[in-house]
Structures are given as structure tokens and as C-alpha cells.
């Protein structure tokens, strides 16, 4: 999975590829288009989706975060207080994923004698990635900067990864300099300001995790694992998932619009490359098939659509939420009405109206109600009414909806207040490629369109056939 991949900025880059894995890739794999159809956050929900092939009303992610009612506050939507950080920050597992994910599928299909692993830069992909059955996962934490996984899996932190955390690997890539790679006059999409600098220059430090050292470092990690637990050793079918990006420090949108995002997709270019190169070295050409497919984080940039003329406002959910509760307490009395809003969804205080003798549903219902006074509101509803709308049910998670959702009208932007946005994708249904590379039989991807939900069925279909 490749953050931000978008099939026409291939088009645009290939005559500047050299050899590597994103020219064999568009020389050589079939490929297709994956369209989202369902709200993008650009997050979670978009992984849970690609992987299950469920939307998120099915697989049960929804949003990074959710509300919890017990304590009112928000968490990361992977939370699981049952397990231990190992090297990482929070303890988290896949056990909200509520649906299978292609690693638990796998599985299922080829038994105990099949491994796999999954390897990443942020932690919720990463778990996604290895769904309930992997052996192992593990990620370069963003917060520790380092190797880290979760107690839930059995094989713990692999040694490699253990060994590259005090070895001062990792921060040598920390102390790197990231500069152009080609004549700066050569890039397409320079900014006014890289033109100014002539180019652009980072000590790799603080954006980490937005360039090209964080591909080097999860490729070195992908193949050591591979190494040291002879994946493609037998007969029997190993799975490796890896998360890559093309995100870089000071990009606002997938589009790319800067010499530093065309630079990431060349250095992109020559690590999946590298990848491609040793694995097919390690196990031969006919015994390893590759997928790959993007991850849609940015869309088009706000500042793109407001230089387009288009309309661009923020729905503040905290202040809707505040709102509302003022609003119960004029018809009802005192009290809060209303414990938290986040996402698409306000909760009541379901305690207080039960001690007011109160119904529910009519409650939920002038909420409703009053929410589609509200400017930006598209269409509000009490949660039993919204699950019948296929447009909203497919959105929403029913373990953390709330108890009156909406959604919003085009060019509006969701934030849960002043400091903190909800990343949603401002593109309509936002494509990716998927591109599968295979040496072993002949077996195209249809020539088409395809919807989110029909990837991991596809990608499974495709491992069958090897």
C-alpha cells in the first residue's frame, strides 16, 4: 500500500522514471482503477475498506478516532488496553476490526504453514495490514522512532527489527540530508519558493516520516524479514504487506505540485525497485507475485479549490454539539443534553433522558431536526433512521455512531474544533491505482473501474490462480 499513489501522477513522472519498480510497474503490470464511493478521511477507514473489502459500517472503522461514551473522550480507534506497546506508543490491536482483512483470509486458506508479516510507517496501516492472523507486524513509530509493534501478535518484535533500534541505523537516516536528485531546472512542478532556493533541503529529523529515508528504512526491514523467516521457502504461500508512501513535509495534496513530491516518487521509484529486485532474486521471478495499490490521504488541497473559486468551510463539531445541548436545555430544563460530538456524530446523555421519562427517538428526532438548520448540513438523522439510508449507513461504524448523525454538503470541510480537522478527502469519489505484477501465468485485472470493496477479493482470487 503506497499513501498518496495517484495513477496520473505515474503518467506524468514516467518519462523521468530510470529503472526501477514504479517504471516496471507501469511497463509491465496489469493494472486497474479503484474508485471510493463512500466518505474518504483519508485514514483508517479507507485501509479497513481496501483490505476487507467491506465498508465501514460492515469492518467496523469508521474514522483514526471514536468517542467513548464511558469517559467522554477521544481515542484512537485501535485503543485495546488489553495489550502492551513493544518499543511504540499506546497499546493497540485489530480487535475493532470487526470484519476479515486479506492477512486473515490467507490464513484461513492456506493454514499454520503460510507466514505473514506486515511492515509500515504509522501503526493503525500497519495492524490493518496484518489483520488478526499475522505472525508479526511491526512499524517505525512515529513518537519513539523506533521499531515497535503490539503484544497481540505472538511473534512480538521480530530480533531484526530489535537489532536495528540499537544498531543507530534509524538514526543515521535521521541525520540525512534530503536534496534534489536530478538538475533542478529539470523537476515539472517546482513551487515559487523552491525556485527562489533553487531546489529544496531538509535534515531529515523533524519530517521523518514524509521522506524518502522512511521508504529506504521499511524496505531494508521488509527484506531482513524475509531473510530471517525464509518467506517463499516452500510450497506453501508467504504474505508480505508493506506500507510505503509518497507524502513529503510540506505537501497539501495527493496532486503533485512541488519538485519534493515529484523527488519522493523518484526515490519511491528506486526503493520499490530494490524491493522488487531482491525478492525476485531470493525466491525467482515465477514465485513471487506483487501487488500494489495507493491509499488516497490528501485529495485535492484547500488551497487549490479556493483558487478555483470553489467554496471551502469548516463544520466545528464541538461547537454543534454545544448547540444542540443549549437548545435541549431551552425545551427541557437544565443539564447536558449533549456529552460529545466527533465525526459525523453527536451523543445524548441517554441516562438523563431516561431519568426525565423522556423517548429517545423524539429526542433524537429534534435533534435531527435542528441540526438541518444548521449551514453545511446536508442530512441529519436519529441513528435507527440513518442506518436505512445506504449513503449514510455505509459510512459509519455501528459500535461508534452516535446517536443523531449527519453528513455534510460538497466543500465543506469536518473538524472536531479550532485545533484539530478531520482529514477528509476534498475530492469526489477519490481513484487509485492497483497494479499486479506477476511473472508465474497470465491473468489480467478487469479493464475497468473497480469500487474499493472489490479489491481483496480480487487480490485473493489472484493468489489462488498462482
Known amino acids: ?42 485514514g483508517c477507514e479507507t485501509v479497513a ?25 477521544i481515542h484512537p480507534v485501535l485503543e485495546d488496553k488489553a495489550e502492551t506497546p513493544i518499543s511504540a506508543t499506546g497499546p493497540l490491536s485489530p480487535r475493532a476490526l470487526l470484519a476479515p482483512a486479506i492477512a486473515d483470509r490467507f ?45 497481540f501478535y505472538p511473534a512480538g518484535l521480530p530480533a531484526v527489527a530489535d537489532e536495528c533500534n540499537v544498531s543507530g541505523r534509524i538514526q543515521r537516516a535521521i541525520d540525512q540530508e534530503w536534496m534534489p536528485r536530478m538538475d533542478f531546472p529539470l523537476y515539472m512542478s517546482p513551487t515559487d519558493n523552491e525556485q527562489k532556493k533553487n531546489g529544496f533541503h ?33 510450497d506453501t504461500p508467504d504474505l508480505l ?38 525478492l525476485q532474486r531470493a525466491v525467482g521471478k515465477e514465485n513471487v507475485d506483487f501487488f500494489v495499490v495507493g491509499v488516497p490521504r490528501q485529495g485535492i488541497s484547500l488551497q487549490t479549490l479556493a483558487a478555483s473559486r470553489m467554496p471551502v468551510k469548516t463544520f466545528y463539531t464541538d461547537q454543534a454539539s454545544a448547540l444542540t445541548s443549549a437548545y435541549l436545555m431551552a425545551l427541557y430544563g437544565q443539564g447536558q443534553w449533549v456529552i460529545g460530538g466527533y465525526g459525523t456524530s453527536l451523543y445524548l446523555n441517554r441516562p438523563l433522558i431516561e431519568q426525565k421519562q423522556m423517548l429517545l427517538p423524539t429526542v433524537q428526532q429534534q435533534v435531527a431536526d435542528f441540526l438541518m438548520d444548521f449551514e453545511g448540513v446536508r442530512i441529519a438523522q436519529p441513528q435507527h433512521l440513518a442506518y436505512l439510508d445506504p449513503t449514510i449507513a455505509a459510512t459509519v461504524s455501528k459500535k ?67
Open 1 to 42: 500500500m503506497v499513501d498518496g499513489l495517484r495513477q496520473d501522477n505515474l503518467q506524468r513522472l514516467q518519462p523521468y522514471l530510470r529503472a526501477g519498480g514504479l517504471r516496471l510497474l507501469v511497463e509491465q503490470a496489469e493494472k486497474a482503477t479503484v474508485s471510493f464511493d463512500n466518505e474518504v478521511y483519508g
Open 49 to 73: 475498506t481496501l483490505l476487507t473489502g467491506e465498508q465501514p459500517y460492515i469492518h467496523g472503522i469508521a474514522m483514526d478516532s471514536c468517542f467513548s461514551r464511558s469517559d467522554r473522550l
Open 107 to 151: 490464513r484461513f486458506r492456506y493454514g499454520e504453514n503460510a507466514h505473514i508479516y506486515a511492515v509500515g510507517q504509522t501503526p493503525a496501516t500497519t495492524i490493518l495490514m496484518a489483520g488478526h492472523a499475522a505472525d508479526g507486524c511491526c512499524w517505525l513509530d512515529p513518537m519513539t522512532e523506533q521499531w515497535g509493534t503490539t503484544s
Open 202 to 234: 531538509y535534515r531529515t529529523h523533524e519530517p521523518l516520516h514524509y521522506t524518502p529515508a522512511i521508504n529506504t528504512l521499511i524496505v531494508e526491514m521488509t527484506l531482513q524479514l524475509r531473510e530471517t523467516f525464509v518467506l517463499g521457502g516452500d
Open 241 to 278: 504487506l508493506v506500507q510505503m508512501t509518497t507524502r513529503t513535509p510540506k505537501a497539501k495534496s495527493d496532486y503533485i505540485a512541488s519538485a519534493e513530491q515529484e523527488d519522493m516518487y523518484l526515490a519511491l521509484n528506486q526503493d520499490l525497485g530494490f524491493l522488487i529486485e531482491q
Open 400 to 466: 461508534n455512531a452516535g446517536d443523531v448523525i449527519f453528513h455534510l454538503q460538497a466543500g465543506w470541510q469536518l473538524a472536531y474544533n479550532e485545533q484539530q480537522t478531520i482529514d477528509k478527502v476534498m475530492e469526489q469519489q477519490p481513484t487509485v491505482p492497483l497494479l499486479y505484477l506477476t511473472h508465474s501465468h497470465t491473468l489480467s485485472l478487469p479493464d475497468q473501474t473497480a469500487e474499493a470493496t472489490e479489491i481483496a477479493g480480487w487480490i485473493l482470487q489472484l493468489i489462488d490462480k498462482h
